[in-house]
Nanobody
Framework: QLQLVESGGGLVQAGGSLRLSCVASGFTLESYSIGWFRQAPGKEREWVSCIWRSGGLTEYADAVKGRFTLSRDNVKNTVTLQLNSLKPEDTAIYYC?????????????????WGQGTQVTVSS
């Protein structure tokens, strides 16, 4: 059974940091491009970042560029999203997702596998 599990969310003050992890089971993350999305209450799901299967190229939304860093550890079958300089507007449920492609996209419907999400709350 293919499964993604996120962890690392929590409550942090503005300016703080969190490290989100996405662990895969039942399949090898190395064969997939991985995206991170977030959804705040009453808002649309928003693309945050993604990493290509091929070459490990990373992409970031303008809202998080320079503050978030995405990386992958193929040995641990894990993708990590480091969140720094957090702002209250970063508050959301964060989801990792996998797509079986050498490139990643910013469209959530392109991703076939999803985790259950992890809550990030940033207080002002």
């Amino acid at each position: 059974q293919l499964q993604l599990v996120e962890s690392g969310g929590g409550l942090v003050q503005a300016g703080g940091s969190l490290r989100l992890s996405c662990v895969a089971s039942g399949f090898t993350l190395e064969s997939y491009s991985i995206g991170w999305f977030r959804q705040a209450p009453g808002k649309e799901r928003e693309w945050v970042s993604c990493i290509w299967r091929s070459g490990g190229l990373t992409e970031y939304a303008d809202a998080v560029k320079g503050r978030f860093t995405l990386s992958r550890d193929n040995v641990k079958n894990t993708v990590t999203l480091q969140l720094n300089s957090l702002k209250p507007e970063d508050t959301a449920i964060y989801y990792c997702a996998a797509m079986q492609s050498w490139y990643c996209t910013r469209t959530w419907t392109d991703y076939g596998y999803w985790g259950q999400g992890t809550q990030v709350t940033v207080s002002s």
